[in-house]
């Protein structure tokens, strides 16, 4: 049974940091895209942030490109969203979630498994 759970998330005033962090179990090697998402409040959802772990290939939504850092501990159990300078409109319930293949990772669409969400605040 796959498990995404994600932690980290908070209140934090504009300017400041959080680092997000994704726990991942019961995923096959075929899984091999890691992302965080983010869905705003009356907003759409937005990919933030992925992974292709067989070369380690990252990309950003322009956004958050310079602020945000996704990474993964050694294992690949653990999947983390450094957020730095964050402002108002970070504001969103952030997702960890996992797909299959570089395409999806790229796009940062098409994701089989979803985390229940951790939500994060920014006030100016």
């Known amino acids: 049974q796959v498990q995404l759970e994600e932690s980290g998330g908070g209140s934090v005033q504009a300017g400041g940091s959080l680092r997000l962090s994704c726990a991942a179990s019961g995923l096959t090697y075929s899984y091999n895209c890691m992302s965080w998402l983010r869905q705003a409040p009356g907003k759409e959802l937005e990919g933030v942030a992925s992974i292709y772990t067989p070369s380690s290939t990252t990309f950003y939504a322009d956004s958050v490109k310079g602020r945000f850092t996704i990474s993964q501990d050694n294992t690949k159990n653990t999947l983390f969203l450094q957020m730095n300078s964050l402002n108002t409109e970070d504001t969103a319930m952030y997702y960890c979630?996992?797909?299959?293949?570089?395409?999806?990772?790229?796009?940062?669409?098409?994701?089989?498994?979803w985390g229940k969400g951790t939500l994060v605040t920014v006030s100016s």
């Open positions: 979630a996992a797909g299959y293949s570089y395409i999806v990772c790229e796009r940062m669409r098409g994701m089989d498994y």
